[in-house]
């Protein structure tokens, strides 16, 4: 897609590759970390960014707040952070 993303234009089939694109992200980042306890996390923060209208840069958040709480609940940190 290009442009934004809007609310009322994106269907939850058209997240899923978002989705699995960060959750690939996290895994590589991550690999010590089950990979169902990183889809729970990315789940929990697109569903926090949901209602947002402007949908462009959701994946770039999810992302981090997952990254962080990773790192928070697995006692980590990464030099690039």
Request: proline residues 6%.
């Amino acid at each position: 897609m290009t442009g934004p993303l809007h609310t009322d234009n994106v269907t939850d089939a058209a997240k899923e590759p978002s989705i699995d694109q960060v959750v690939d992200r996290l895994v590589t980042r991550f690999p010590h970390v089950p990979r169902l306890h990183i889809v729970w996390i990315v789940g929990e923060e697109f569903e926090a960014l949901d209602e947002g209208r402007i949908r462009t840069f959701i994946p770039t958040l999810v992302e981090r707040g997952a990254r962080v709480r990773i790192q928070r609940e697995f006692g980590l940190s990464t030099a690039s952070d």
